[in-house]
Structures are given as structure tokens and as C-alpha cells.
């Protein structure tokens, strides 16, 4: 267990890393077009999806639980 010095330095740590990646990407849109950006993204999410279908395919997943939790996050 971290004590109470640990954890201030830790959440400092974490508020840079932050901070640093927010500007990163800022950086990176402005400086890079639309089209290239959106179609990373695009990549990126189509990856997430085919892979949590993958796991649903072998059971890895109880589509019916997720679908319960995400529910439940929506209706905080």
C-alpha cells in the first residue's frame, strides 16, 4: 500500500503523462490531415470490435453480461 507521499507523487505522475499525451495528440491533428487521422481511427476501433467479437465467438465473453453493464453505466 502506498503511503500518502507515494500517492500524491503517483497522481502528480499520472497528471503529467496526461497532460504530456493530450498535447501529443493535439500535435498531431493539427499537423496531420483529417482523412489520415479519422482513418486511424477507424482502424483502430474496427480492431477492438473484431477482437471483442473474436472472444464472444470462444466464450470468452457473456454478451448478455456486457450488455447488463453497459446499460447499467449509461443509466448513472
Given at each position: ?8 507523487e503517483s497522481q502528480r505522475e499520472n497528471i ?36 471483442a467479437n473474436a472472444a464472444a465467438e470462444q ?18
Amino acid at each position: 500500500m502506498l503511503n500518502s507521499n507515494e500517492r500524491d507523487e503517483s497522481q502528480r505522475e499520472n497528471i503529467e503523462q496526461r497532460r504530456a499525451f493530450i498535447k501529443q495528440w493535439a500535435e498531431y491533428v493539427r499537423t496531420h490531415d483529417d482523412v489520415e487521422w479519422s482513418r486511424q481511427q477507424n482502424k483502430l476501433i474496427n480492431s477492438q470490435l473484431r477482437s471483442a467479437n473474436a472472444a464472444a465467438e470462444q466464450g470468452d465473453t457473456d454478451p448478455v453480461r456486457f450488455l447488463e453493464a453497459t446499460d447499467r453505466l449509461r443509466d448513472r
